[in-house]
């Protein structure tokens, strides 16, 4: 199994930065994507950023230019650095992997770091 701690969650004002870290941990397994999801009241989990093992990332329309995912995967470790925040960027941010473990592969969450944008 691949446990994920999420840190880095918090409160700021429209126009600052945050940055959310996380971290896999676990054995017997290798990390082939890792990916930033978020979820607001009353509203669906939806995918802000990914990136592959290979670098390759991905983003939500709304936060190109504005977010940037990283990946460490000495230390399986994915960050997402959040710069000119919007109050419509609020949720519970959540991270995500995919994972090989031997012969079979699993999709694992962590537990949800909550952001909060005020205007």
């Known amino acids: 199994q691949v446990q994920l701690m999420e840190s880095g969650g918090g409160l700021v004002q429209a126009g600052g930065s945050l940055r959310l870290s996380c971290v896999a941990s676990g054995s017997g397994f290798s990390i082939a994507s890792m990916s930033w999801y978020r979820q607001a009241p009353g509203k669906q989990r939806e995918l802000v950023a990914s990136?592959?093992?290979?670098?390759?990332?991905n983003y939500a329309d709304s936060v190109k230019g504005r977010f940037t995912i990283s990946r460490d995967n000495a230390k399986n470790t994915v960050i997402l650095e959040m710069n000119s925040l919007k109050p419509e960027d609020t949720g519970v941010y959540y991270c995500?992997?995919?994972?090989?473990?031997?012969?079979?592969?699993?999709?694992?969450w962590g537990q949800g770091t909550q952001v909060t944008v005020s205007s």
């Open positions: 990136i592959i093992s290979g670098g390759h990332t």
């Open positions: 995500n992997a995919f994972a090989l473990l031997g012969l079979s592969t699993g999709g694992f």
